[in-house]
């Protein structure tokens, strides 16, 4: 969800901050993994599929392993088509490798709801078996209306539900930042 400039947007997490936040999540996942072995980072567009990009970078830094990195496009698999009916799809890529038996990462760039996620589980269970699903997002927000969680976040922000918080990365949007605008005035 990308935010846009108001007057009462307020930058939380700057280029740095996201930076610091990336790095942190690549740690977290080697050692939850015991390293690099058997990962698939599938990033969830639209700023997933970046954020997926830059984890596969740090992982390859400190882990000195590529880890195979891919997008889940999960349009068709949404519970609100019927409000929302006009999406774009967008290309789902796997990894030459496929999924099977690997320990696939569902990377996104805010947890809000919970129904993004549940619509990749769905997505990923026709594309494959997994050994294993985990969740990795940069921006934690609260407002769950499912029972899912992040296995890794980089930033709890609790908000209000009038508030909207806008991920912004220098590959799609020239800069790097997380704002949030709404709610208060």
Known sequence: ???APDQFARVLLESADISRAVTRIAHELLESNKGADDLVLLGIP??????ARRLAARLAEVEGTNVPTGSLDVTMYRDDLRRHPTRTLLPTELPPGGIDDKVVVLVDDVLYSGRTIRAALDALGD??????????VLVDRGHRELPIRADHVGKN???????RVGVQLSELDGRDAVVITGGQG
Do not use: I, K, Y
Request: proline content about 12%; charged content about 20%.
């Open 46 to 51: 639209t700023r997933g599929v970046p954020l």
């Open 127 to 136: 594309l494959g078996r997994p050994r294993a699903v985990r969740l990795a």
């Open 1 to 3: 969800m990308n935010a």
């Open 157 to 163: 922000l609790p908000t209000s539900s009038a508030e």
